[in-house]
């Protein structure tokens, strides 16, 4: 039963909120619908926030043909969709990997494309932000497997990037790439692509501000590992989704273990309710760093 599939879109409740930083321009019905959003004041290299949903169990998706998407988890919750848009909104780049891509395989990572009902608000706010097209979506894959027919490649809404392998890029290139996209291979064939190759590349076809990492969770485990996640914003959705013995399902981070040894400790700067969700927000060691 998907509880929150047909409730309504209500504002945000305000819980915790630290202000630092500076107050971004949110067109009147954002503002009602989210609150205050503050961003941390700029600096040279750009900042990097993840914006996952999960399970009170830590699930983030529940790995099962045509129900693998964040949806599933929130509940279809229209207040977690109104934050993914947003957050799209303010982003000058979407970096997902392969696997997210399959499990969402018609979409594009655009705020108008999450929440269609507040295209022209996400649309206000970009503009206000000095941005004029939609965040570059970057798509990471080692093995360059990738079905360039997907409305991200085609569509002509966005301009996609492709960071893969040599070898990757090889099989790419063979089968011809459509012109909004490029491909960029950053590593050696069969090695993992490290997070800060990406984000190195990234920049130097796309230089930005801020850089929204939406998964999965192995992409992400790669940035945590690399300590550059500056800010991770978590919807914690009322369900327990479990797991069966041996089962595949995916927490916020996979591939890469850090407690006891290199235990990563954020810190809590946000919380906000929509009904039984929480919209949480939390800072982490680098993301300190011009704040003020």
């Not at 998907?2 to 930083?21: C, D, Q, W, Y």
């Not at 960029?184 to 069969?190: D, V």
């Not at 990406?198 to 690399?226: Q, T």
């Not at 927490?251 to 039984?276: E, I, N």
């Given at each position: 039963m998907h509880r929150s599939r047909s409730a309504p879109l209500v504002p945000l409740k305000t819980l915790f909120e630290t202000k630092r930083g500076k107050v971004v321009p949110l067109p009147p019905r954002l503002a009602r619908l989210y609150g205050s959003l503050r961003l941390p004041l700029s600096r040279a290299h750009p900042r990097v926030i993840s914006n996952f949903v999960t399970a009170l169990d830590g699930v983030v998706s529940l790995n099962t043909k045509g129900h693998a998407s964040g949806a599933d988890i929130s509940g279809f919750s229209a207040q977690d969709r109104m934050v993914m848009g947003l957050l799209r909104a303010i982003a000058d780049v979407v970096i997902i990997g392969a696997g997210t891509l399959a499990?969402?395989?018609?979409?594009?990572?655009?705020?108008?494309?999450?929440?269609?009902?507040?295209?022209?608000e996400y649309r206000r706010l970009s503009k206000a932000l000095g941005k004029s097209e939609a965040p570059l979506n970057v798509i990471v894959s080692g093995s360059g497997k990738l079905d360039l027919r997907l409305p991200v490649f085609v569509s002509g809404k966005v301009q996609a990037l492709v960071v893969t392998t040599a070898e990757g890029a090889k099989q790419l290139l063979k089968r011809g790439i459509p012109d909004s996209v490029e491909v960029r291979a950053i590593g050696r064939s069969g090695s993992a692509i490290s997070a800060r190759a990406i984000l190195d590349d990234v920049c130097r076809v796309h230089p930005s501000k801020l850089i929204l990492v939406e998964g999965g969770p192995r992409l992400l485990g790669h940035f945590y590992a690399e300590h550059l996640v500056d800010e991770q914003f978590l919807t914690l959705a009322p369900q327990i989704a479990g797991r069966d013995i041996g089962d595949r399902r995916p927490g916020l981070v996979m591939g890469k273990a850090f407690a006891p040894g290199d235990a990563l400790w954020g810190t809590l700067t946000d919380v906000r309710r929509g009904s039984s969700h929480l919209f949480l927000r939390y800072s982490f060691p680098e993301s300190s760093d011009g704040m003020k």
């Amino acid at each position: 039963m998907h509880r929150s599939r047909s409730a309504p879109l209500v504002p945000l409740k305000t819980l915790f909120e630290t202000k630092r930083g500076k107050v971004v321009p949110l067109p009147p019905r954002l503002a009602r619908l989210y609150g205050s959003l503050r961003l941390p004041l700029s600096r040279a290299h750009p900042r990097v926030i993840s914006n996952f949903v999960t399970a009170l169990d830590g699930v983030v998706s529940l790995n099962t043909k045509g129900h693998a998407s964040g949806a599933d988890i929130s509940g279809f919750s229209a207040q977690d969709r109104m934050v993914m848009g947003l957050l799209r909104a303010i982003a000058d780049v979407v970096i997902i990997g392969a696997g997210t891509l399959a499990a969402d395989s018609l979409g594009v990572w655009t705020a108008a494309a999450v929440f269609p009902q507040l295209a022209d608000e996400y649309r206000r706010l970009s503009k206000a932000l000095g941005k004029s097209e939609a965040p570059l979506n970057v798509i990471v894959s080692g093995s360059g497997k990738l079905d360039l027919r997907l409305p991200v490649f085609v569509s002509g809404k966005v301009q996609a990037l492709v960071v893969t392998t040599a070898e990757g890029a090889k099989q790419l290139l063979k089968r011809g790439i459509p012109d909004s996209v490029e491909v960029r291979a950053i590593g050696r064939s069969g090695s993992a692509i490290s997070a800060r190759a990406i984000l190195d590349d990234v920049c130097r076809v796309h230089p930005s501000k801020l850089i929204l990492v939406e998964g999965g969770p192995r992409l992400l485990g790669h940035f945590y590992a690399e300590h550059l996640v500056d800010e991770q914003f978590l919807t914690l959705a009322p369900q327990i989704a479990g797991r069966d013995i041996g089962d595949r399902r995916p927490g916020l981070v996979m591939g890469k273990a850090f407690a006891p040894g290199d235990a990563l400790w954020g810190t809590l700067t946000d919380v906000r309710r929509g009904s039984s969700h929480l919209f949480l927000r939390y800072s982490f060691p680098e993301s300190s760093d011009g704040m003020k």
